[in-house]
């Protein structure tokens, strides 16, 4: 068997997706997603100019050696664009050999560690009490696990609110140029203890909470916001602070017992190698798209295990159908999987292009024994939504300093 054909697909059924699909000369094809959200184009171009013409002739049983051969032979390694794109190669390779086998892809990882796999959903508001009825509404539909955020008072729309828009694929559809919002870590500090503590009085303990912090506090604020946060006994905060600087971990550790998740914008191991093992973190978020496939991630999983942290993969819904079966199969055979990130299948117009094996009950997510990964994707119908650029905010604090969204 051999890769004939490989084609790099854009479209944008409610939002931008970048779809890998390689074709074999038995006519047995893979898919992959290659989706990063704002530099889409970037992707696709990586993968038509560069990386297509060394696939073409190739044995795709050959993940590992591709897998190896885009990224140690890339000589330029890392980052967002070439893990985007090698992971879309090494998803579809896996969907390939899945298909041949006559198998799903979480039996040739090693099996069924679970019967399902645990969501969480997203509960937003403008105001608290809109937060906490959203909160209400996701445990009456079986959510064991929500995340909480809440409009800042004084600050409009903040991170993970959806302000006036129905839904997060409207949140894109308006960023021909990065939108600007603003930021107050002392806002946000003096007001999102309260949220919790709320949310507590409100629905008691059994309900599990997590809060996305998206990076916008320094160590030391992150450590203030743990410990005002421990009463309320959070499943996780994610994205305390930014971890380009790993050790920013080891002074939010000192001060507090909050667990600690992230790792949704990182693109290898060696961007979490010492949070994992200096025991800096909990969960480690990382994507199958954006940290270079199922073969990468599963190494990654191998070693977060040797120090008890949890996986956690990133679910936002800039991640394509085909990347969250791909994190379906990788979550249900991980031995040391958590919680997995779930904001509902989308649109009509998204699922009149992706097609995917996952049903989702009660909270939990349920993967249908097909083949590979068990999804499609329909070119024709995609034809129907063209590529429009469009942009992640940026952020600056109230005297106008960047910051980080
Ligand atoms: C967020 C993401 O889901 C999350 O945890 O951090 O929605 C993130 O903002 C987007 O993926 C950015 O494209
Ligand atoms: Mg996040």
């Excluded at 999102?192 to 809060?211: C, K, M, S, W």
């Excluded at 971990?249 to 909050?258: A, E, G």
């Excluded at 600690?260 to 199958?288: H, M, P, V």
Aim: aromatic share 10%.
């Amino acid at each position: 068997m051999k890769i004939a054909e490989i084609k790099v697909l854009v479209s944008s059924p409610g939002r931008n997706f970048v779809t890998l699909k390689v074709i074999t000369d038995e006519g047995v094809y893979g898919l992959g997603d290659a989706t990063v959200n704002g530099r889409e184009m970037a992707v696709a171009a990586y993968l038509e100019e560069h990386v297509v013409p060394c696939l073409i002739g190739r044995d795709p049983h050959q993940i590992e050696d591709i897998w190896q051969y885009l990224y140690k032979g890339a000589y330029w390694r890392k980052g967002p664009i070439t893990m985007a794109a090698i992971a879309a190669v090494d998803m579809a390779l896996w969907d390939i050999k899945g298909k041949v086998a006559d198998l799903p892809v979480y039996q040739l990882l090693g099996g069924k560690s679970r019967k399902h796999i645990t969501t969480y959903g997203h509960a937003n508001g403008e105001t608290i009490e809109k937060t906490l009825d959203h909160l209400g509404n996701l445990i009456e539909k079986g959510f064991k696990v929500v995340r909480l955020q809440c409009v800042i008072p004084g600050l409009g729309g903040t991170y993970g609110t959806l302000g006036k828009k129905k839904n997060y694929e409207e949140l894109q559809s308006d960023r021909p140029l990065p939108p600007e919002q603003p930021w107050s870590t002392s806002k946000y500090l003096n007001f999102i203890p309260d949220l919790f503590r709320q949310a507590r009085e409100r629905f008691g303990y059994n309900i599990q909470l997590v809060h996305d912090v998206h990076s916008r506090l320094t160590p030391i604020e992150s450590a203030q916001l743990g410990k005002l946060l421990e009463p309320y006994n959070l499943m996780f905060l994610e994205d305390a602070s930014i971890a380009d600087n790993q050790s920013n971990y080891q002074t939010i550790r000192q001060h507090t017992t909050v667990p600690l998740a992230i790792g949704e914008t990182f693109n290898t191991i060696w961007d979490a190698k010492e949070l994992i093992s200096n025991q800096s973190i909990d969960y480690l978020r990382t994507s199958i798209t954006h940290a270079g496939g199922i073969t990468p991630v599963k190494k990654m999983a191998n070693f977060a295990d040797l120090y008890n942290v949890k996986m956690a993969p990133h679910g936002a819904p800039d991640l394509s159908p085909i990347c969250h079966a791909a994190q379906a199969h990788f979550n249900i055979w991980a031995p040391n999987f958590g919680v997995q990130e779930f904001i509902g299948f989308g649109s009509d117009k998204l699922n009149s292009v992706f097609t995917h094996p996952l049903h989702f009950e009660n909270g939990f997510i349920y993967l249908n024994d097909k083949p590979g990964l068990g999804v499609d994707y329909n070119e024709e119908t995609a034809t129907n939504y063209k590529y429009n650029r469009s942009y992640l905010p940026v952020t600056r604090l109230e005297d106008g300093t960047l910051w980080y969204w």
